[in-house]
């Protein structure tokens, strides 16, 4: 397993930006799909984005598609989610995940058995 590190959430005010990053302290990042996922309170983890391996493709959930954005900075060895134009119902842990394969680039699904490694979470929060 990869142990992954998420930073960068906080408390904003609908319409700000945060960017998350999840890096992992000793592994190369560049091999894997690297997904972020968030649990809101009282709901079930959902697929946020991905990032495929090497960045082959990229997925975003219907909800987020045209606000957040998921990118590598293989110097960095780091993977951000840029979250623009938050909405109060982006309030939710997020977590970074790696997974050797995924199948989302063909089912249009993040599945979470599909990654073996989950970081600690980070709480977004965006309230006025």
């Known amino acids: 397993q990869v142990q992954l590190v998420e930073s960068g959430g906080g408390l904003v005010q609908p319409g700000d930006s945060l960017l998350l990053s999840c890096t992992a302290p000793?592994?190369?990042?560049?091999?894997?799909?690297i997904g972020w996922f968030r649990q809101a309170p009282g709901k079930e983890r959902e697929g946020v984005s991905c990032s495929g391996s090497s960045g082959g493709y990229t997925y975003y959930a219907d909800s987020v598609k045209g606000r957040f954005t998921i990118s590598r900075d293989y110097a960095k060895n780091t993977v951000y989610l840029q979250m623009n134009s938050l909405k109060p119902e982006d309030t939710a842990v997020y977590y970074c995940?790696?997974?050797?394969?995924?199948?989302?680039?063909?089912?249009?699904?993040?599945?979470?058995?599909?990654?073996?490694?989950w970081g600690q979470g980070t709480q977004v929060t965006v309230s006025s």
């Open positions: 995940a790696a997974g050797y394969s995924s199948t989302t680039k063909d089912t249009g699904v993040m599945w979470e058995y599909e990654y073996e490694s």
């Open positions: 000793g592994i190369i990042l560049t091999p894997y799909t």
